[in-house]
């Protein structure tokens, strides 16, 4: 495989949404590069239950230019941590089925240690820091995960606002 078919020219790390089906070759093409002695991913799926109930589909929503420009932050400040670190984190939005790739996360590294600290950082700060919703639908209908309404809380007034 020549340098360039190998992410020679890397131009920093991809940070992107899609609305259709991801691909591992994409980020692998993305990271891969002659110094990387160890590439690790992170794949993402919907799975058939969450908390005990049943899962059909999932949606994801986006704020895109917040979210990407998260993505890429996230990816950047990891990237200072570790010398010749490659990543790449691509998203999906819409509506997914039981076993599509929801997320990809890719980190490549001279050394498997640095590559693995780095995929599983990037995926937990992906999943903290990035304006990405996800409503699921099940049996009994469809909900937002991770959201409270203020206006149910404890200690909320009528207007949804604590005393």
């Known amino acids: 495989m020549s340098a360039s078919a190998m992410g020679a020219s890397y ?3 991809l940070a992107a949404l ?3 089906a991801l691909s591992i070759d994409e980020a692998l093409a993305h990271v891969r590069h002659p110094g990387a002695g160890a590439v690790c991913f992170f794949v993402g799926t919907v799975r058939d239950r969450n908390e005990g109930r049943p899962v059909v589909k999932l949606e994801y929503e986006a704020y895109a230019p917040m979210a990407i420009a998260e993505m890429r932050r996230i990816a950047e400040e990891l990237a200072e941590e570790v010398p010749a670190l490659r990543l790449a984190v691509v998203h999906r939005t819409g ?3 039981v ?3 929801a ?3 890719a980190a490549s ?3 498997r240690g640095e590559a693995y600290s780095a995929c599983r950082a990037l995926i937990d700060r992906v999943k903290q820091r990035v304006p990405i919703w996800k ?3 099940g049996p009994e209908g469809a909900y937002w995960v991770g959201w409270h309404d203020a206006r149910c809380l404890p200690g909320a007034d009528e207007h949804g606002a604590d005393d």
């Open 18 to 20: 899609r609305d259709a």
């Open 11 to 13: 131009g920093g790390p």
């Open 109 to 111: 590294a001279p050394h």
């Open 103 to 105: 997320v990809v996360c």
């Open 135 to 137: 409503r699921e639908h």
């Open 99 to 101: 076993g599509e790739i």
């Open 95 to 97: 509506a997914l089925g």
